[in-house]
């Protein structure tokens, strides 16, 4: 089953408005997430990392009042997508690690949002 | 900044065929892995290849890394319908952060 929670699967809203999505560890803690973003038919690019009890460090380019990333527990980082755009619907994809696993990173399911 | 670059593009077969992907990337590495991604979901991880290894197999796939030509290759054999999805080849940066490549995105016709 799941190990990382995401939520929602996918959002309408108007531009303007601000959109929340969750990621949550379902049962190991994650001291740090990861946040990707994912146009149509190309690859993930690496937004944020998500650091439990302090900033989050932004990739180049990353505006970092605009993708408000907030680590509240072990369990859950939320990404805020604020005052959204048409040019903000992406699909948006959170990750966390896991130690003593190989494969280390666990990955949502993804969250779609489109800006009207 | 995208290390990995996937070729080809695009890949379309029949069932039954076997699929190749290939993946180059520029700097070192620890290991790389392989993800899949069916339309509009998340990632699923298929395999890890450590540095220090040359193959590995894992059911109907088969990875090979070469660490002289900084490159990586990914064979789907006796490919299915269920097969189709984009692969991605991935590395880490910096603590457990992955850098994807471009992608190929996968066709199996029945």
């Known amino acids: 089953g799941a190990v990382v929670s995401q939520h929602p699967s996918w959002v309408i809203c108007k531009s303007g408005t601000s959109v929340k999505i969750e990621c949550r560890s379902l049962d190991f803690q994650a001291t740090t997430m990861f946040w990707y973003r994912q146009f149509p038919k190309q690859s993930l690019m690496l937004m944020a990392t998500?650091?439990?009890?302090?900033?989050?460090?932004?990739e180049q380019g990353v505006e970092k009042d605009k993708f408000l990333i907030n680590h509240a527990s072990l369990t859950l980082s939320t990404l805020t997508v604020t005052s959204a755009h048409p040019e903000d619907s992406s699909f948006y994809i959170c990750?966390?690690?896991?130690?003593?696993?190989?494969?280390?990173?666990?990955f949502g399911s993804g969250t779609q949002l489109s800006v009207l | 900044s995208q290390q990995g670059e996937e070729d080809p593009q695009a890949l379309s077969i029949q069932e039954g065929e076997n699929a190749t992907m290939n993946c180059s990337y520029k700097?070192?590495?620890?290991?790389l892995q392989w993800y899949r991604q069916n339309s509009g979901r998340g990632l699923v991880h298929l395999i890890l290849i450590r540095s220090n290894e040359r193959e590995k197999h894992s059911g109907r796939l088969r990875v090979t890394l070469d660490t002289s030509k900084k490159s990586s290759s990914l064979l789907i054999t006796a490919s299915r319908a269920a097969d189709t999805a984009s692969y991605f080849c991935?590395?880490?940066?910096?603590?457990?952060?992955?850098?994807f490549g471009k992608g190929t995105s996968l066709l199996v016709t029945p």
């Open positions: 991935a590395n880490e940066v910096s603590g457990y952060a992955l850098n």
């Open positions: 700097t070192s590495i620890n290991n």
């Open positions: 990750s966390a690690p896991r130690s003593g696993v190989e494969e280390k990173l666990f």
């Open positions: 998500s650091n439990e009890g302090s900033k989050a460090t932004y």
